[in-house]
C-alpha cells in the first residue's frame, strides 16, 4: 500500500478550450472531469475555466483594452490561473490541430511570460502545466507536443506524461461522451489520465515545498545587475 500523500496545500486549474458555450455538452469537459474528480478526491481546491464564454481579446499584451480592445476579461481570468500551482490546458482537435481558443489563451499567457516573480525569475517558474485531448481521428500527441512545449516556454514545469487523450475512430463517429463511443471505459485513456493527474499534483508538491526553483543560474534580474555564474563567454577564454 502507498503511504497517504497530503496534496490539500495545492491549487489547480482546468481552462477548457472547447469551441462550444455554456450549457452545450462539451466532450473536453467529459474527460477533464476524470482528471479534476481525482485531484479533488485528494483534497485539491480545483477550478474550471471554458474559455469561450469570457471576452478574451486577441493579443499579446496582459490587457488588451490598453491597446485599443473594446472589452477584455483576460486580467480577471489570469488571476484565478496565475493564482494555481497547476494549470491544465484541455483542448478539442479540429483539423488536426489544437482549437483556436486554446492558441488564444496560449498567447495571452505569452503576455506575462516576460514578467519576473520577487525572485528575478520568469514569472510562470514553479508552477506546472499539464493538457487533456479530445477528438475524432488522429491528433493528440502532435496537438500535445505544441502544447506542452509553449506551456514549457513560458516557465511552466512539465512532468512524465504530461498529457492524456481519447480520439475515436478515422471519420465521422461517436465523440468522447457519446455511449457508443464506451470511451469512459477506456482503459489506456483511463491510466494515462490518472498518471498524467498524480504527476502533476507530484511535481506541484514538490516544487511548492521547495519555494520553487532555486535562483541560481536563471534569475533575469541577477543577470541583467551582471551575474554570470559559471557562464563563459568563448571570446574571452
Keep these: 500500500m502507498d503511504d497517504q500523500i497530503d496534496f490539500s496545500g495545492l491549487k489547480a486549474v482546468y481552462v477548457n478550450c472547447t469551441l462550444k458555450k455554456s450549457p452545450r455538452q462539451s466532450h473536453t469537459q467529459g474527460l477533464i472531469d476524470v482528471s479534476q474528480r481525482i485531484m479533488e478526491k485528494e483534497g485539491v481546491s480545483v477550478e474550471t475555466i471554458r474559455a469561450v464564454d469570457y471576452e478574451i481579446a486577441y493579443g499579446v499584451q496582459p490587457d488588451m483594452t490598453k491597446e485599443g480592445a473594446d472589452k477584455d476579461e483576460w486580467p480577471k481570468l489570469f488571476k484565478t490561473i496565475f493564482a494555481a500551482d497547476i494549470l491544465i490546458l484541455g483542448t478539442p482537435i479540429w483539423l488536426g490541430e489544437r482549437s483556436s481558443i486554446c492558441t488564444k489563451v496560449i498567447e495571452r499567457l505569452y503576455a506575462m511570460s516576460g514578467k519576473q516573480n520577487d525572485k528575478g525569475q520568469y514569472l510562470f517558474y514553479g508552477k506546472v502545466g499539464g493538457t487533456i485531448i479530445t477528438g475524432n481521428e ?3 500527441k502532435h496537438c500535445a507536443m505544441g502544447i506542452l512545449y509553449a506551456l514549457q516556454h513560458l ?3 512539465i512532468p512524465p506524461q504530461g498529457d492524456c487523450g481519447w480520439i475515436g475512430e478515422i471519420g465521422p463517429g461517436p465523440s468522447y461522451l457519446d455511449k457508443e463511443s464506451n470511451a469512459a471505459q477506456n482503459d489506456f485513456t483511463n491510466r ?5 493527474t498524480y504527476n502533476l499534483l507530484h ?3 514538490i516544487l511548492k ?3 520553487g526553483y532555486p535562483s541560481h ?9 551582471g551575474s554570470r555564474w559559471a557562464f563563459e563567454n568563448p571570446e574571452y577564454r
Aim: glycine share 12%; net charge neutral.
Design 155 to 157: 516557465g511552466y514545469s
Design 192 to 196: 494515462n489520465t490518472t498518471f498524467m
Design 138 to 140: 488522429d491528433g493528440v
Design 209 to 211: 515545498e521547495k519555494e
Design 203 to 205: 511535481l506541484a508538491k
Design 217 to 225: 543560474g536563471n534569475s533575469r534580474k541577477a543577470w541583467d545587475t
